[in-house]
């Protein structure tokens, strides 16, 4: 069975870091793109940073301004997703997707196949 896994969130300070995980099983990540997503309060899920399966090629959402670095290590089957320089407007659920089409670049939610339950990610002092 295929699954994916977040973990790593919780309550940071504005200005603080966290590393995100997404640990996948079922699967091997030599076969997916893996994206990472986020949904703020009252807000619609959004993009934020894809890596390719070979985690030769990245891309980021312009609006992250290099606060945000996706790595992977496949043989460990997990993606992180490292964030510094947070902000309030970072607060939301993060989840991590996998995809298999030639479009996982693009970072948007229907590109994505399986997908993980999420993890909190809260910014405030």
């Known amino acids: 069975q295929l699954q994916l896994v977040e973990s790593g969130g919780g309550l940071v300070q504005p200005g603080g870091s966290l590393r995100l995980s997404c640990e996948v099983s079922?699967?091997?990540?030599?076969?997916?793109?893996i994206g990472w997503f986020r949904r703020a309060p009252g807000k619609e899920r959004e993009g934020l940073s894809s890596i390719s399966s070979s985690g030769g090629s990245t891309y980021y959402k312009e609006f992250l301004k290099g606060r945000f670095t996706i790595s992977r290590d496949n043989a460990q089957n997990t993606v992180y997703l490292q964030m510094n320089s947070l902000e309030p407007e970072d607060t939301g659920v993060y989840y991590c997707?996998?995809?298999?089409?030639?479009?996982?670049?693009?970072?948007?939610?229907?590109?994505?196949?399986?997908w993980g339950q999420g993890t909190q990610v809260t910014v405030s002092s």
């Open positions: 079922g699967f091997s990540l030599d076969d997916y793109a």
């Open positions: 997707a996998a995809s298999s089409s030639i479009s996982w670049y693009q970072i948007v939610t229907n590109v994505y196949q399986y």
